[in-house]
């Protein structure tokens, strides 16, 4: 096909239709089903401060998007320490519930030091995760953690700031590499 066409989808029959229809891409071409990603989830952050050091992480760590409720960083965000000016490449995203925005085939998992989560160094990454972060000065609802299909935790001999936790969750989720659910299906 030349570059200045585009594909005849209306002669397609019409199960073979869809956009992501495999037959419309050139061969080799992943598609976004096949695709791991990650968003980040920030109920209520104290500070923005914290949401610049979080957004900072999320370029490093190639985060697909990062979404906040609460007002507290509304309120300070010309404050922000986003310095690699992440946050124009990365959207950053204010809502009222962090259920409402679950991208596709998205596994919400809960990062919080509670009875039951599981130790972060044993834990299998899904493909596609949002991981959703309490404020510094408080935890996660338990409705949040509830609704998430996993909890887990980060093993330390004391607690750790926001942007250092979410650190080490986006960089466990890289060191793990194809160690996700599905393993190397995905890209």
């Excluded at 002669?11 to 239709?17: E, G, I, R, V």
């Excluded at 949002?130 to 909890?151: H, M």
């Excluded at 887990?152 to 250092?164: D, E, H, K, S």
């Amino acid at each position: 096909m030349r570059p200045d066409q585009t594909p005849q989808v209306l002669n397609l029959p019409a199960l073979l239709q869809s956009p992501y229809n495999r037959a419309l891409f050139p061969e080799g071409t992943p598609l976004v089903a096949d695709k791991r990603y990650s968003c980040i989830g920030l109920y209520n952050p104290k500070s923005p401060e914290n949401v610049g050091s979080v957004m900072r992480a999320a370029g490093c760590y190639g985060v697909a998007s990062v979404f906040y409720t609460g007002k507290r960083y509304e309120r300070a965000a010309d404050f922000v320490t986003d310095t690699k000016r992440v946050h124009y490449d990365i959207p950053l995203i204010g809502i009222d519930d962090l259920k409402k925005i679950l991208p596709l085939n998205c596994v919400p998992v809960a990062v919080e030091l509670v009875e039951g989560a599981r130790p972060l160094p044993e834990y299998t990454h899904p493909d596609r995760a949002l991981y959703i972060f309490g404020p510094e000065d408080g935890s996660l609802d338990k409705e949040i953690r509830d609704w998430c299909e996993d909890v887990v935790y980060i093993p330390t001999t004391g607690c750790m700031n926001l942007a250092a936790t979410v650190n080490v969750v986006l960089y466990d989720r890289m060191a793990k590499g194809l160690n996700t659910r599905s393993g190397p299906k995905f890209r």
